[in-house]
């Protein structure tokens, strides 16, 4: 009989502490790299239960400035718990190959069905086709980054269009090969655009940024730094964004006056009483 009762006390200490254990797993476990969380699965086999209970944790892919990146992606995104992955990072894991983005559509489509958000910025060995691969296996994206990137074309932007309908976030910074084709097909089909990022995308002219001013009326950030092809025609509708919150025109020539005030990082209001930053660094600028 005693040894029956001291068992039972043994077994409830040890759900006591196995409940508090998963207690401070549930508050550390989402502060931790994607490194020390996977190092954690193997500390004991309830806090591999547990964590693999834990779905959220598994919807953030982070592989940021990783080696073998292109591998580890594939290999993670074969195991069940990222079934569900909504973000992937790879942003500057300088390794990673259009093979690499085929091969996800060939071996690991369905776990990307769900993917919201896509960050290959830095990853200057993708191109079109590695774009137009990996953008058919993610009809949810929402947001797409493929920040300082030379091989990038006006084919890779039409492939992210065709594939990619609910896109509200597009950092194409840097992208010096997109032309106002690429605009003109962001303004055609991504009207509910709030986020776009053009930054030293050199060859655009003012045709193709009015259309975007003309039709994505939403926008809240646009990021026009280091644009000193365009004149002071391509600004004319700025004054229309009426949820614009941030304006980055730093390195624009202007020779007239503009529909804001382009004082350096000055707030500035519009009809609605809302809180706009326009920064601005002009190389010419001629008031009248």
Request: proline share 2%; hydrophobic share 40%.
């Amino acid at each position: 009989m005693e040894k029956e009762e001291e068992l039972g006390i043994e077994r409830r200490e040890m759900a006591a502490g196995e409940e508090a254990t998963h207690g401070v797993l549930a508050i550390v476990s989402t502060r931790l790299s994607l490194r020390d969380l996977c190092s954690l699965l193997l500390v004991s086999s309830s806090c591999y239960h547990f964590l693999l209970s834990q779905p959220t944790l598994w919807e953030v892919l982070d592989l940021r400035e990783m080696s073998r990146a292109g591998e580890r992606l594939i290999s993670a995104l074969s195991l069940a718990r990222y079934q569900n992955v909504k973000k992937i990072s790879l942003e500057f894991a300088r390794d990673i190959e259009d093979e690499h983005l085929i091969l996800l559509k060939s071996k690991v489509m369905e776990s990307l069905q769900n993917l919201e958000s896509l960050n290959l910025n830095g990853c200057q060995k993708i191109s079109d086709k590695g774009v137009e691969a990996v953008t058919s296996c993610c009809p949810n994206l929402k947001a797409f980054s493929i920040y300082w990137n030379v091989r990038i074309t006006d084919f890779g932007i039409k492939q992210l269009i065709k594939n990619c309908r609910q896109i509200v976030d597009l950092n194409l910074s840097g992208c010096k090969n997109i032309s106002d084709q690429s605009l003109q097909m962001i303004a055609d089909s991504y009207q509910e655009l709030n986020v776009l990022n053009l930054t030293r995308c050199i060859i655009l002219t003012d045709a193709g940024l009015q259309q975007v001013l003309l039709k994505c009326s939403l926008l809240e950030s646009l990021n026009l730094y280091a644009l000193s092809s365009l004149t002071d025609r391509a600004y004319k509708n700025i004054a229309s964004l009426a949820n614009l919150k941030f304006l980055d025109l730093c390195g624009a020539q202007v020779f007239g006056p503009l529909p804001v005030d382009l004082h350096s990082t000055q707030p500035c209001i519009n009809a609605d009483n809302e809180f706009h930053l326009v920064r601005t660094c002009l190389m010419k600028a001629f008031p009248v």
